[in-house]
């Protein structure tokens, strides 16, 4: 948002210069601060100060914003591995706590989901709301400008909002600014629904005070607040809220009151359908939602594949399928620096946030069958081997063959093409690919094997290197060399694929007639990224199909904490993590080694209170009658 607040900030600087110009010279106000009164002064300066709200949505750093951070949110899960911060993830650890709260507590890479900072910045939305009926309007524009405020300042709020409640419950309400003399011994926290009550109220304000159109790209829109709504509803209506956790069934700060589970999926249903029906804009999936080809060609793949990596790689003006996002301009804005975060360290990047094997073999292969590891060695799950005479019969035999597109989008494995290497490391690999195994010589040679240059035994770099045998490719740029440049593609918050898959699965629980809609949404998603439609009556073999696709369609993207979650599943998908071994040998054979013997992060998920976050100590030090989550 920094880059649309641009020149209204450097408006306000000089309206504060020409007013200073104006003042006695004897007057003492303070000139390195804004005031109350200088603000609600004037429109251009609220407008302004409605950009930071943006910027500081659960945060304020310079180290990305929302979701894109160094350290991504799905390295809190069965997705991705954090190899420079991994024990900051508590909750995989059992060591999370109100005094142990890791990635929840650290500005810099979680600070948007930080109690605090979400708190900071609604009193910042809170003093626009209460400040701005009296700002001054000359003009026809500055008047419409100010209703947009509103809206957005109410948008920004319930998102700030909806995530305190998906993260810790329900939160403590307060719709108007915090005075210093206020009496905070009265603060408390409300239940789950009366939270959830607060959100919407504040979702339909932002509807009402917005426009239809014309809104300039990163500012909220009706469709981003009707986006939110069905995301926190889909949330709300979920298996934790509803009386999943028994022994804390009746717990209203967790709990929604017994029955309340069909209504609520009925208004995530109708939600989504109220985007996908036009009602807030036209959006689509990018793409082709025909029935794929079958059985798809390599080019079908690679084409089906580049459709899906479009969507995370946009720089301009965002497609049919973005709903609302945050825009990295390469100077003056907001920070990503995703390909040195997360690019292979063969290229000098930092090798962050690696795929686990767990999470790559859950991509299907190219004709929508279910990737199946001991497919030729029947139970054995650790080890594949193809002879060269093998992998020319069946090119599959290599676990990296054959699979859906969107694996080739997402994953940068052994043998991956990827950018062209930087000049150290001119000839140590001339195609271009991602090298994460080991190359055996003939017995006898006094070197006998050497490290590929993107493993933590690499030429170029070595403290850097992935640590699961992949790097993440999804949020990278293939034209932004990370070594020397920031990214400029956008993060997507909202998108329409999200819209469908919450619409699906809505339909799913609530079963019946809605079913079939469920399913005929979720192939929708299935077809644009190559794969063909799922078919099935069965109530229970849907939903598995909408986790599976909710998996791999927002792979990487954060959904993945907060779905684990809400379903109760985290401790069937928690496990160590341990590395992939490829190694290649001259006379062309190739093993492919799931190696037990080197356990990259050791997790666990052992107790039901993880499933939310603790408030802060300090928190509940300033406020003791708050009531802290159950377990803690």
Same mark, same amino acid.
């Given at each position: 948002?920094?880059?649309?607040?641009?020149?209204?900030t450097?408006?306000?600087?000089?309206?504060?210069?020409?007013?200073?110009?104006?003042?006695?010279?004897?007057d003492?106000?303070?000139?390195?601060?804004?005031?109350?009164?200088?603000?609600?002064?004037?429109?251009?300066?609220?407008?302004?100060?409605?950009?930071?709200c943006y910027?500081?949505?659960?945060?304020?750093v310079?180290?990305?914003?929302?979701?894109?951070?160094?350290?991504?949110?799905?390295?809190?899960?069965?997705?991705?591995?954090?190899?420079?911060?991994?024990?900051?993830?508590?909750?995989?650890k059992?060591?999370?706590s109100?005094?142990?709260?890791?990635?929840?507590?650290?500005?810099?890479?979680g600070?948007?989901?930080?109690?605090?900072?979400?708190?900071?910045?609604?009193?910042?939305?809170?003093?626009?709301?209460?400040g701005? /009926?009296?700002?001054p309007?000359?003009?026809?524009?500055?008047?419409?400008?100010?209703?947009?405020?509103k809206?957005?300042?109410?948008?920004?709020?319930a998102?700030?909002y909806?995530?305190?409640?998906?993260?810790?419950?329900g939160?403590?309400?307060?719709?108007?600014?915090?005075?210093l003399?206020? %009496?905070?011994?009265?603060?408390?926290?409300s239940?789950?629904?009366?939270?959830?009550?607060?959100?919407?109220?504040?979702?339909?304000?932002?509807?009402?005070?917005?426009?239809?159109?014309g809104?300039?790209?990163?500012?909220?829109?009706?469709?981003?607040?009707?986006?939110?709504?069905?995301?926190?509803?889909?949330?709300?209506?979920?298996?934790?809220?509803?009386?999943?956790?028994?022994?804390q069934?009746?717990?209203?700060?967790i @709990?929604?009151?017994?029955?309340?589970?069909? %209504?609520?999926?009925?208004?995530?249903?109708?939600?989504?359908?109220?985007?996908?029906d036009?009602?807030?804009?036209?959006?689509?999936?990018?793409?082709?939602?025909?029935?794929?080809?079958?059985?798809l060609?390599?080019?079908?793949?690679?084409?089906?594949?580049?459709?899906?990596? @479009?969507?995370f790689?946009?720089?301009?003006?965002?497609?049919?399928?973005?709903?609302?996002?945050?825009?990295?301009?390469?100077?003056?804005?907001?920070?990503?620096?995703?390909?040195?975060?997360c690019?292979?360290?063969?290229?000098?990047?930092?090798?962050?946030?690696?795929?686990?094997?767990?999470?790559?073999?859950?991509?299907?292969?190219? %004709?929508?069958?279910?990737?199946?590891?001991?497919?030729?060695?029947?139970?054995?799950?650790?080890?594949?081997? !193809?002879?060269?005479?093998e992998?020319?019969?069946d090119?599959?035999?290599?676990?990296?063959?054959?699979?859906?597109?969107?694996?080739? !989008?997402?994953v940068?494995y052994d043998?991956?093409?990827?950018?062209?290497?930087?000049?150290?490391?001119?000839?140590?690999?001339?195609?271009?690919?991602?090298?994460?195994?080991?190359?055996?010589h003939?017995v006898?040679?006094?070197?006998p094997?050497?490290?590929?240059?993107?493993?933590?035994?690499?030429?170029i770099?070595?403290?850097?290197?992935?640590?699961?045998?992949?790097?993440i490719?999804?949020?990278?740029?293939?034209?932004?060399?990370?070594?020397?440049?920031?990214?400029?593609?956008s993060?997507?918050?909202?998108?329409?694929?999200?819209?469908?898959?919450?619409?699906?699965?809505?339909?799913?629980?609530?079963?019946?007639?809605?079913?079939?809609?469920?399913?005929?949404?979720?192939?929708?998603?299935?077809n644009?990224?190559?794969?063909?439609?799922?078919v099935?009556?069965?109530?229970?073999?849907?939903?598995q199909?909408?986790?599976?696709?909710?998996?791999?369609e927002?792979?990487?993207?954060?959904?993945?904490?907060?779905?684990?979650?809400?379903?109760?599943?985290?401790?069937q998908?928690i496990?160590?993590?341990?590395?992939?071994?490829?190694?290649?040998?001259?006379?062309?054979?190739?093993?492919?080694?799931?190696?037990?013997?080197?356990?990259?992060?050791?997790?666990?998920?052992? /107790?039901?209170?993880?499933?939310?976050?603790?408030?802060?100590?300090?928190?509940?030090?300033?406020?003791?009658?708050?009531?802290?989550?159950p377990?803690y």
């Amino acid at each position: 948002m920094k880059k649309i607040f641009l020149n209204i900030t450097a408006i306000a600087l000089l309206l504060l210069s020409l007013a200073a110009c104006k003042e006695n010279v004897l007057d003492k106000s303070a000139v390195d601060t804004y005031s109350e009164k200088v603000v609600f002064a004037d429109i251009n300066i609220v407008n302004a100060y409605l950009g930071k709200c943006y910027d500081r949505m659960g945060g304020d750093v310079n180290n990305g914003i929302l979701g894109m951070r160094e350290d991504l949110l799905a390295s809190g899960t069965d997705q991705l591995l954090c190899i420079h911060r991994p024990a900051n993830y508590d909750m995989l650890k059992g060591t999370l706590s109100p005094d142990r709260l890791g990635v929840f507590a650290d500005d810099d890479k979680g600070g948007y989901l930080r109690w605090n900072n979400l708190y900071k910045n609604i009193q910042d939305v809170n003093r626009i709301l209460a400040g701005i /009926d009296p700002v001054p309007t000359t003009t026809i524009p500055q008047e419409a400008l100010k209703k947009q405020i509103k809206g957005e300042a109410y948008f920004i709020r319930a998102y700030d909002y909806s995530t305190l409640m998906m993260v810790y419950g329900g939160a403590v309400l307060k719709d108007t600014p915090y005075k210093l003399d206020e %009496d905070y011994s009265t603060l408390k926290r409300s239940t789950i629904k009366e939270t959830l009550d607060f959100i919407l109220k504040d979702i339909q304000s932002c509807i009402d005070n917005l426009p239809a159109s014309g809104i300039e790209q990163g500012r909220a829109t009706q469709a981003a607040a009707a986006a939110l709504k069905s995301r926190v509803l889909l949330f709300c209506a979920s298996k934790l809220t509803n009386g999943g956790w028994t022994e804390q069934a009746g717990n209203t700060l967790i @709990s929604f009151p017994a029955g309340s589970q069909t %209504d609520l999926l009925t208004q995530a249903r109708d939600a989504a359908k109220d985007v996908m029906d036009g009602k807030y804009g036209t959006f689509s999936l990018v793409g082709t939602t025909s029935e794929p080809p079958s059985p798809l060609t390599a080019a079908d793949v690679q084409k089906y594949a580049d459709n899906y990596f @479009s969507i995370f790689n946009q720089k301009g003006a965002w497609n049919s399928e973005t709903i609302w996002g945050i825009q990295f301009p390469l100077t003056g804005g907001n920070n990503n620096q995703a390909n040195i975060w997360c690019g292979p360290n063969g290229y000098h990047n930092w090798g962050n946030n690696d795929p686990t094997e767990a999470s790559v073999r859950r991509f299907e292969m190219a %004709d929508g069958t279910k990737f199946q590891w001991d497919k030729y060695t029947p139970g054995d799950n650790d080890l594949r081997t !193809a002879t060269a005479a093998e992998l020319a019969a069946d090119p599959n035999r290599n676990p990296y063959n054959g699979r859906e597109p969107r694996f080739y !989008a997402c994953v940068l494995y052994d043998g991956a093409p990827w950018q062209q290497r930087p000049s150290d490391a001119a000839g140590l690999e001339p195609d271009n690919k991602v090298q994460t195994g080991y190359y055996f010589h003939a017995v006898g040679d006094a070197v006998p094997y050497k490290s590929g240059i993107d493993t933590r035994q690499g030429l170029i770099e070595a403290w850097n290197g992935q640590k699961t045998g992949y790097n993440i490719r999804k949020l990278l740029d293939p034209a932004t060399v990370g070594q020397y440049y920031a990214n400029t593609n956008s993060w997507v918050e909202f998108r329409y694929a999200e819209i469908l898959m919450n619409y699906a699965e809505a339909c799913i629980e609530l079963g019946g007639a809605d079913l079939q809609n469920g399913i005929a949404a979720m192939n929708l998603v299935r077809n644009r990224a190559g794969l063909p439609g799922r078919v099935t009556t069965d109530q229970a073999a849907a939903r598995q199909f909408v986790h599976d696709e909710r998996n791999i369609e927002f792979f990487a993207e954060g959904h993945r904490f907060y779905d684990i979650r809400r379903w109760m599943i985290a401790e069937q998908v928690i496990e160590n993590i341990y590395s992939m071994r490829v190694e290649h040998y001259d006379n062309g054979f190739t093993k492919w080694i799931y190696n037990k013997a080197d356990k990259a992060d050791e997790r666990m998920f052992n /107790d039901k209170k993880f499933y939310w976050v603790p408030i802060a100590r300090e928190e509940m030090n300033k406020a003791p009658q708050l009531v802290q989550n159950p377990g803690y």
